[in-house]
């Protein structure tokens, strides 16, 4: 088995990537086999020794910004109790591949998850404990994009793994436009002058700031995971 080249990563899960297919062909739910893949690669990055820390969205059940009507400070909590239900679901699932995991939400709902606290989260993961963030940065306008960048930062991590329903960063959307061209390597300072859709502007510009690598995969291959953890050259590295 190949060695892993980073120590201490962030995973950043998107809610869609979780998400099952409707009969009317939108995505929506939790997929349980999806989620068992997920919680299968995690499972043999832990092995390897990797600290993992893990954000997820909210996207297969909400998504404030695009509920117009709403409040927007209101949607956006409301996207957040969406990325608690998914860190709690994820986290069981990592469980059954016998891992010691903690959840740990911006907002305090202790009844069933720990409140962040940075420093309480890496001791978690210098212990050798799966640590899942929710409820984003605990700040309406601001996107889980954001609070994996700042996560990261906060604890130290060597990349965001960015596991996403395309398998790289493209000059324009690969679903509307075949003749797309895909980046092997960029810059953060290029995917804010294109505007390329890898992260938001905000998380972006974090990341450019405080030199986060980013790695963009495919979630779908379930060997991608694994693979970026290598090194191996898959999808997209921003830095």
Known sequence: MSKPVYKRVLIKVSGEALACKTE???????????????AENIKQIYDMGVEIAIVVG?????????????????ADHIGMLATVMNSLA????????????????????????????????????????VT???????????????????????????????????????????VLYPDAVKYSRITHQEVLQKNLKVMDSTAASLCRDNNVKIHVFGVKNSDNMLKAICGEDIGTVVE
Request: charged share 25%.
């Open 24 to 38: 009317s062909g939108k995505s929506f739910g939790i997929d349980t086999n999806m989620l068992k893949s997920v």
């Open 58 to 74: 909210g996207g297969n059940f909400w998504r404030g910004a695009q509920n117009g009507t709403m409040d927007r400070t209101r």
């Open 90 to 129: 994820l986290a069981d699932a990592i469980e059954q591949q016998e891992i010691p995991v903690r959840v740990q939400t911006a907002i305090e709902m202790r009844e069933i998850a720990e409140q962040y606290i940075r420093n309480k989260a890496v001791r978690h993961l210098e212990k050798g404990r």
């Open 132 to 174: 899942i963030f929710g409820c984003g940065t605990g700040n309406p306008f601001f996107t889980t994009d954001t609070a994996a960048a700042l996560r990261a930062v906060e604890i130290g991590a060597d990349v965001i793994l960015l596991a996403k329903n395309v398998d790289g960063v493209y000059d324009k959307d690969p």
